[in-house]
């Protein structure tokens, strides 16, 4: 990230949260900002909050026009947040998502995350009134002052449909989505998604589209 120039020469913030891992995380990620040229914003949780509350911690902090969320699992390739950002750039839209699901020579995941992914967004489409294909995607270009106030709660997976749906209550945002590449990790490689975030997904589609928040 800290080499990937942006388009427009536009400037980056880098903004690391290490969620209280238990491995050697936090002395890797210390020991490679040492070694950067970037200034890097490093947050490091004492105890486990889950992503959803890595990503509250990250979005408080960040100060640039636009922020977009990046996985440390490199699932997806950080140069593509150009795509993203071109989209802005030209006024086409405001809100911007990768999707994993717009090349028709990527498979994506599993075919039971694949099938969980196309149930949970066409669910979120119908009750938030979009149209999207890929509610579950990491890459999510969004107005830093927009992101600040959408007030997240959700600490696991369930902040993927509380993002998309707060988002939508904004009617005057212009949304669209990209193509991306994705490299989805397996169980072994340390996925650790499974039935029962699918279940609280559905549960924040319902809970934060019918909701006021």
Request: one cysteine or more.
């Amino acid at each position: 990230m800290d080499e990937l120039p942006l388009i427009h020469d536009i400037q980056k913030e880098l903004i690391v949260v290490n969620d209280a891992s238990t491995d050697e995380s936090a002395k890797v990620i210390e020991e490679t900002i040492a070694q950067m040229n970037h200034q890097v914003v490093f947050m490091n949780h004492e105890v486990n909050k889950g992503k959803g509350g890595a990503l509250q911690t990250g979005i408080q902090k960040a100060s640039g026009d636009y922020t977009i969320i990046q996985d440390a699992d490199l699932e997806l390739d950080p140069a593509e947040i150009n795509l993203l950002l071109a989209v802005v750039v030209g006024k086409k839209a405001d809100i911007v998502y990768g999707s994993r699901f717009l090349k028709k020579d990527q498979k994506g995941g599993t075919f039971i995350s694949n099938l969980a992914n196309s149930f949970l967004t066409r669910l979120s489409n119908l009750i938030f009134g979009i149209k999207i294909t890929d509610m579950e995607t990491c890459y999510k270009l969004v107005p830093t002052d927009l992101f600040k106030s959408l007030n997240l709660v959700e600490q696991r997976f369930g902040f993927e449909p509380e993002i998309t749906a707060k988002l939508a209550k904004h009617k005057q945002m212009k949304w669209a989505e990209v193509p991306i590449t994705y490299n989805p990790r397996t169980e072994e490689q340390g996925k650790k998604i499974g039935w029962k975030d699918g279940f609280r997904a559905v549960w924040c589609i319902l809970k934060y589209g019918f909701g006021k928040g």
